[in-house]
């Protein structure tokens, strides 16, 4: 009995250790996104929560990168966009109508990537805050118009339309391209989670804490900043090739600035420093009245609601938890655990008397 | 040309030697690691056993029905237990009985025979449980002849066995501590015959070409030449020239407003003055024209700084605080950090048992996990101390150290700043404006005022200095 007792000692440490590494939440929620694709096969799930997961997994990967900028960096950008759709168009002007094969369209919307960062990052060097902000919006309307004039490229009013996306001469299945986004949204927390946890970030928390003090210990403004927007760009880009994957058609004037200020309130409804917030407050925004809100027969009524429902759950959020929607569940987590312990002692105290 | 390609040459050699010192000390830090962590196991593996062999003593000695010292503390605490459970009980019979008092109404007399047949059953309970424990531990005793003998022959034997088992794992934790120490000692001297194959080259270059010390003594590491400094017509460094000596403590001192910051963020180069040089002896050959260095390649030089009003990272906890300030020491590169790469653990390892050590010194150890947000003044104020410690630095400069504490505070920063001068063997230079920490710490002053030196010596020379008092209090 002893030894049975000591060996499950180990295997539960064993166990804790597995349960503890920093990966094992997101591969875990990797799983149960896969096995809801399992489910729809079987029929229990319905296609628009399919959809609803999907929008949430493509835009939690904009809004990861979007938080390393803000919530790490203090750079506020609303060109995000711009990007999204900049990805979205070259996945489907190089793949989709020219036919080159994967790695060069990887390979061009990378350089891209790195292009748009570098020249946004330049200008942020100049300038802060609010005005940095109105910069970028005009740069992400920029490149708005530009997708609407240039149709060659975009298909311009039209929208470019996207055939089945091809891997190695084969056609892929919807089924497959939500595999794909599964895993590249996992793999994306998992980078984000280590940028975080590395010197990379705490340099982009030191600069936006004090400069003065990020400079005199030997942390380049210059290299992080803009390293900070070339992250955020490259997150962007993917997102955008994810979502003409997936979508397979995508309209120029859809990527406008009320896109990048739904990315922006989704980021910091959530709570800007943390993956989970960032992923509940991407589902709260774009995910909700696909995968809640239209199965309660009061808003299947009033369709108009849905969007005043979201606009008043992120005011209330943002006025009474500025931590975000993340920081709403902690302390309700703690409330409830103080709750159970002053239960126990009133119980204690009624089974027991009290202490002398 | 040839001279061009010679510097060239000089500089690269420079970098390279710089960079194998770094991975120097990386890999003798991290040896100590491995080697510490070798030790732990061994002492874990080494409880192990110890408890294995316990545990099968005690079974050889309850199976010959001999009462240990061992078997006699299990005894007692499962009686404790008992008793434990006895206690509670009791307590609860009467929470019971004063229930039933209040909405039963019964006599006192009718209640008190409750409680003593409750009472008299719970004793009774207690009596048993602990009978039967002592009675359990007989009756596993299933070899009644030869007991006693047996029981000694088998713990010889167990005791042989013991000793043999602790002694494989001795050895075997043994053989890994030497594999890892020859390694590591191997990669070391190899790095060491390059550092002096580099440095042998540099002497041979550098038998050419003039001195470039710009005429700086050896005793000298800084020397600020005719600084100056202007914000439009306003002149807050003039002229400004003086030399600070290796290992000193020097202060700054002068009214407000005179400028001593403002030379500070010069030589930091959050300024950049329009004329005047400023020389920094970066190792014993080397001496280096900080004009030509931008903001934040200053610490790699070996300089580093506090500030005024404390700027630290509020949103990180304190260690990774320190961990930031050693930002310029971490060699892995961007990729490394996106997979988090072996070499970058294993850099974060030694990192942190520096930065425990650093903040161990300064006493800072209870605060390590929580952000530093709330804390109080005099301890934020040795977080940015602590912070300054963790990349080796030549020379630190103390913006107002003493700004904001209290006497006895104040009175531990001079011995800490003395420690730090002894232990880190550095150089300090501070500005202060507090008199008697000045005084009592600094080996040389320099006194300021309008941006003009007014005087420069020793404490004493500096007190009874005219001029000083003037500028001070006021010309009379």
């Known amino acids: ?356 | 040309m040839a001279k061009m390609i010679d510097r060239l040459v000089l500089k690269y050699r420079i970098l390279r030697i710089e960079k194998l010192q770094a991975k120097q000390e990386f890999l003798g830090n991290y040896r100590d690691i491995q080697v510490s962590r070798q030790n732990n196991k061994l002492l874990l593996a080494n409880s192990r056993i110890e408890e294995a062999h316990q545990e099968k003593l005690r079974d050889f000695a309850l199976r010959a029905g001999i009462m240990t010292k061992y078997i006699e503390q299990e005894i007692n605490t499962l009686i404790l237990k008992a008793e434990t459970k006895y206690y509670w009980k009791k307590r609860a019979l009467n929470q019971i009985m004063i229930r039933k008092a209040k909405t039963n109404k019964l006599d006192e007399s009718q209640l008190e025979i409750i409680r003593n047949k409750k009472q008299i059953f719970l004793d009774d309970m207690l009596a048993l449980q602990k009978q039967k424990i002592t009675a359990s531990f007989k009756e596993k005793a299933k070899d009644p002849e030869q007991p006693v003998a047996l029981y000694e022959n088998n713990s010889l034997l167990l005791d042989t066995f013991y000793e043999k088992k602790t002694q494989l794992v001795k050895d075997k934790y043994a053989t890994k501590i030497s594999k890892i120490e020859t390694t590591k000692n191997h990669q070391l001297e190899r790095i060491a015959k390059n550092i002096k194959t580099h440095k042998d080259l540099i002497a041979k270059l550098t038998k050419d070409m003039p001195k470039s010390d710009n005429g700086l003594p050896e005793d000298v590491i800084l020397r600020l030449d005719k600084l100056t400094m202007r914000f439009g017509g306003l002149v807050a460094v003039d002229n400004l020239t003086f030399d600070v000596k290796k290992g000193e403590i020097f202060g700054l001192i002068g009214p407000n407003g005179a400028g001593k910051t403002t030379v500070f963020n010069c030589i930091t180069k959050f300024y950049n003055p329009p004329s005047g040089c400023m020389y920094f002896r970066k190792n014993p050959v080397e001496v280096i024209l900080l004009n030509e260095y931008p903001v934040h390649t200053i610490v790699k030089q070996g300089i580093v700084r506090t500030f005024q009003n404390v700027e630290l990272i509020w949103e990180l906890s304190v260690m990774d605080n320190l961990l930031v300030a050693a930002h310029s020491l971490f060699q892995t590169g961007f990729f490394g950090q996106l997979i988090h790469s072996r070499k970058l653990r294993q850099e974060e390892a030694v990192l942190r048992t520096k930065a425990t050590g650093i903040l161990a010194m300064l006493g800072l150890l209870p605060y390590q996990f929580g952000i530093p947000f709330g804390l109080p003044y005099g301890i934020l104020k040795k977080i940015e101390l602590a912070r300054t410690l963790m990349v080796n630095p030549k020379m630190i400069i103390l913006d107002e150290p003493a700004a904001g504490l209290n006497e006895s505070e104040t009175v531990e920063l001079a011995k800490i700043i003395r420690k730090i001068r002894k232990e880190y063997n550095t150089t300090i230079f501070l500005v202060e404006h507090d008199m008697g920490l000045v005084m009592d710490v600094c080996d040389t002053i320099c006194a300021i005022s309008f941006g003009k030196q007014i005087a420069i010596g020793s404490p004493k020379e500096i007190q009874n200095n005219k001029i000083v008092r003037d500028a001070y209090l006021g010309e009379e």
Do not use: C
């Not at chain 1, 600035?257 to 980021?267: E, H, P, Q, R, T």
């Open chain 1, 1 to 356: 009995m002893r030894k049975l007792t000591n060996f499950m000692k180990q295997q539960s440490k064993q166990f804790a250790s597995v349960v503890k590494h920093p990966y094992f939440g997101f591969i875990l929620f990797g799983l149960i996104l896969l096995f809801t694709l399992y489910l729809r096969g079987m029929g229990l799930v319905t296609i628009s929560i399919i959809n609803a997961i999907v929008m949430t997994m493509i835009y939690s990967i904009i809004a990861l990168g979007f938080s390393l900028l803000l919530g790490y960096g203090g750079l506020a950008s609303l060109g995000t966009a711009g990007f999204v759709g900049l990805g979205s168009f070259i996945m489907g002007y190089f793949s989709g109508v020219l036919d080159y094969p994967l790695i060069y369209t990887l390979g061009i919307s990378f350089v891209a990537a790195i292009v748009v960062g570098l020249v946004v990052g330049f200008i942020s060097l100049r300038i802060e805050g609010m005005y940095l902000a109105i910069i970028t919006l005009g740069l992400g309307e920029i490149l708005r118009a530009f997708f609407i004039s240039y149709d060659k490229f975009t298909g311009g009013y039209s929208g470019r339309q996207f055939r089945d996306f091809t891997l190695f001469g084969n056609a892929v299945s919807t089924e497959a391209v939500y595999i794909i986004i599964t895993v590249l949204f996992v793999l994306a927390m998992i980078a984000t989670l280590n940028i975080i946890k590395s010197p990379t970030g705490r340099a982009l928390l030191a600069m936006k804490n004090s400069d003065s003090a990020a400079q005199s210990m030997g942390i380049s403004l210059l290299k992080y900043r803009l390293l900070a927007f070339v992250i955020s760009t490259v997150f962007a880009i993917l997102a955008g090739m994810l979502y003409i994957m997936y979508i397979k058609f995508s309209y120029a004037p859809d990527w406008n600035l009320s896109f990048s200020l739904n990315i922006l309130a989704a980021v910091i409804v959530g709570g800007a420093q943390s993956i989970a917030g960032i992923i509940l407050g991407v589902f709260t925004i774009f995910g909700l009245n696909l995968a809640v809100l239209n199965y309660i027969p009061f808003f299947q009524n009033n369709s108009a609601l849905m969007v005043i429902f979201n606009g008043v759950l992120i005011i209330v959020v943002v006025m009474f938890y500025p931590g975000g929607l993340i920081r709403l569940l902690q302390t309700l987590k703690y409330k409830i655990i103080f709750a159970f312990r002053k239960l126990k002692m009133k119980w204690k105290v009624y089974k027991y008397g009290k202490d002398d």
